[in-house]
């Protein structure tokens, strides 16, 4: 006998698995190279990607260059969306702050579950002034859990580890938003913190060092790398976990070349660029009352490596890739859209979409056309305000309408997305559809327009 389901009973939902692939990379004021397929890891046709987290430090950060980048997309930023676009990848958000970019790419059928709550920057240049060095943030709700990105380019130079864990420390103090009713960030379900840290090798001599790593025997080299001697002492870094560094020292090389310096200063190598991770500590149990289950969602790490093909810097980028599992604490978008009918280029379009009882609406939400491909959220075709083109509203079902003359006559696929102005975030996503065009329809007998197959 089969059991019977309740319609009525809330399901449990299915724990998801989403992939996170985080690029850092220091790429000393230098142009995108012809090629990131390695670095994207486009190459591996057993990975599938959900989402890119890319950091850089050092970008090109000249007035000329900071003034045409706030008219116009940065050159790496332009070539990210160019690559990933076309695989469904939309850039959420970015921040920057001089030479430090953060990026956030996703597929587009996450958009509506990926709110963006706050993003900052942190400099720690200059006394605190300067933002040549410090940190950018974003905070974000991820299928309803709170997740903090953390891109930082710390002091360099051997004598300066005190104040390279000092900035650790005020960067990570100035996560906090205030009024904004977000956790503390030591709260956040999981922190994902990278960039050119900066750590160097105490002790042994350049010989030594070039000699372990020619023999790749990097042992002894850990022990005294600084942020991992750093870890063993403080309670809070050694929260942060990091992968085994199983590929050689990313600083310093001679650009355009797999050569370390080979200049009269002679740097010795360091593991200088590195990506770390906390997830939230779970509160203690207490013996007399019973402890709740936490919810589900762990994060592993797939594989954490250099790429040693890619030479425009001084620095070769490293990149971690992780499984990030959790059972969705949101599983219905606030927005469901549904485009009425054949869209055609004779008519007006009608566009209903249903609400969630917990969304609140603002006279500044709009609903946006998008070719499929859309590189970011401002790359609509055309887009209408959801008051002023309002047709009917009844029951949590509303109606509005796009003007034909907006609409462009291609062949293309098309998406609706819902931005809500309350949450800075798309809400809500349509599956794909076309537009038919005027040619394709035909008069039947009757004279009304019919669909040309």
């Known amino acids: ?216 025997c990097y042992r002894d080299l850990w022990e005294k790398d600084q942020l991992s001697i750093a870890k063993r002492h403080d309670p809070l870094l050694r929260e942060f976990q990091e992968g085994p560094l199983l590929f050689p020292p990313t600083y310093k090389f001679d650009k355009n070349s797999n050569n370390y310096d080979t200049s009269e200063k002679k740097r010795k190598p360091a593991w200088t660029d590195r990506i770390l991770w906390r997830l939230k500590r779970q509160p203690q149990a207490n013996p007399h009352t019973p402890r709740l289950p936490a919810p589900h969602f762990c994060l592993s790490l797939r594989s954490y490596v250099s790429h040693m093909m890619y030479c425009i810097s001084d620095h070769k980028p490293v990149t971690g890739t992780f499984d990030l599992e959790l059972k969705p604490l949101v599983t219905v978008p606030l927005i469901t859209l549904i485009p009425e009918g054949l869209w055609t280029m004779e008519n007006d379009m009608l566009i209903s979409y249903s609400l969630t009882p917990d969304f609140i609406s603002s006279p500044w939400d709009w609903i946006g056309l998008y070719k499929v491909g859309l590189r970011h959220i401002n790359d609509y075709v055309s887009y209408v305000w959801v008051k002023d083109n309002q047709v009917s509203f009844n029951e949590g079902l509303n109606q509005v309408y796009f003007n034909v003359s907006d609409i462009p006559e291609t062949e293309d696929q098309f998406l609706l997305c819902y931005y809500s102005n309350n949450l800075h975030s798309v809400v809500g996503i349509s599956k794909p559809f076309k537009i038919q065009p005027v040619s394709s329809l035909v008069e039947d007998p009757l004279g009304e327009a019919q669909p040309h197959i």
């Open 1 to 216: 006998m089969m059991a019977t389901v309740n319609p009525w009973k809330p399901t449990e939902p299915r724990g998801k698995t989403l992939c996170i692939h985080v690029v850092t990379w220091n790429v000393a004021s230098e142009a995108p190279p012809l090629d990131l397929s390695d670095l994207l890891q486009l190459n591996k046709e057993d990975l599938s990607v959900d989402m890119y987290v890319i950091g850089l430090q050092e970008m090109n950060c000249g007035i000329m260059s900071l003034l045409s980048d706030t008219a116009f997309e940065d050159p790496w930023s332009s070539f990210f969306m160019d690559v990933l676009s076309p695989l469904s990848f939309v850039k959420v958000s970015s921040v920057r702050m001089q030479g430090l970019l953060l990026l956030f790419f996703a597929k587009h059928q996450h958009l509506p579950f990926v709110q963006i709550l706050s993003t900052k920057s942190t400099p720690t240049g200059l006394f605190g002034y300067w933002g040549n060095k410090g940190g950018v943030n974003m905070c974000l709700k991820l299928y309803g859990y709170y997740v903090s990105i953390v891109n930082c380019h710390l002091p360099p130079h051997m004598a300066n580890n005190d104040q390279r864990l000092e900035h650790f420390d005020r960067i990570l103090e100035m996560q906090n938003f205030e009024g904004q009713n977000i956790p503390n960030v030591l709260d956040h379900d999981l922190i994902l913190w990278f960039g050119d840290m900066n750590f160097r090798i105490e002790d042994f001599g350049l010989h030594f060092v070039r000699e372990s790593i020619k023999n790749r």
